[in-house]
């Protein structure tokens, strides 16, 4: 099972036995420009940063293309570095504090707890903006010192 979300604008499981390929994941840029458009337009109007990883998916020429056609900023990833993805800041420790110790019965069961709890996590709530907002410039100096 793999879970993806841009904050609170796509959150979504990639069904089950599905490859994340570069098809799929410009699908989901796709969905999650569409979203910013709608849901966030002056997210949309000044322009946004995107900060993926270097999975293949994310660096292939498709999805390279269809980031520089549509003027999506990217801010670099540098290889190797898990350890700086950006929800590793504010959102996995707080959905992995609160489903520690729980067992399910279901992929079902899982998904619906994962996304209740998710709903919890948006961008009303005040703990979970200001984590991701001291969060965010702390990555982006990480990356750009990484990056020289």
Not at 111 to 125: F, K, N, P, R, V
Not at 132 to 138: D, S
Request: overall charge positive; charged content about 20%; proline content about 6%.
């Amino acid at each position: 099972m793999c879970f993806l979300t841009f904050m609170e604008l796509c959150k979504l499981f990639v069904p089950r036995n599905t490859t994340v390929n570069s098809e799929y994941y410009k699908g989901l840029l796709e969905c999650l420009r569409n979203n910013v458009h709608r849901k966030r337009p002056e997210k949309w109007a000044k322009g946004f940063i995107l900060h993926h990883d270097n999975a293949l998916c994310h660096t292939s020429l498709l999805v390279q293309h269809f980031l520089s056609n549509k003027n999506i900023t990217v801010c670099p990833h540098p290889p190797y570095s898990p350890n700086l993805a950006p929800c590793n800041f504010w959102l996995f420790p707080k959905v992995k504090m609160t489903m520690k110790g729980k067992h399910f019965e279901s992929i079902q069961d899982n998904e619906a707890a994962t996304t209740a709890q998710l709903g919890q996590q948006g961008s009303h709530d005040s703990a979970t903006k200001d984590t991701h907002e001291r969060g965010l410039p702390e990555l982006l100096q990480k990356v750009a010192r990484m990056m020289g």
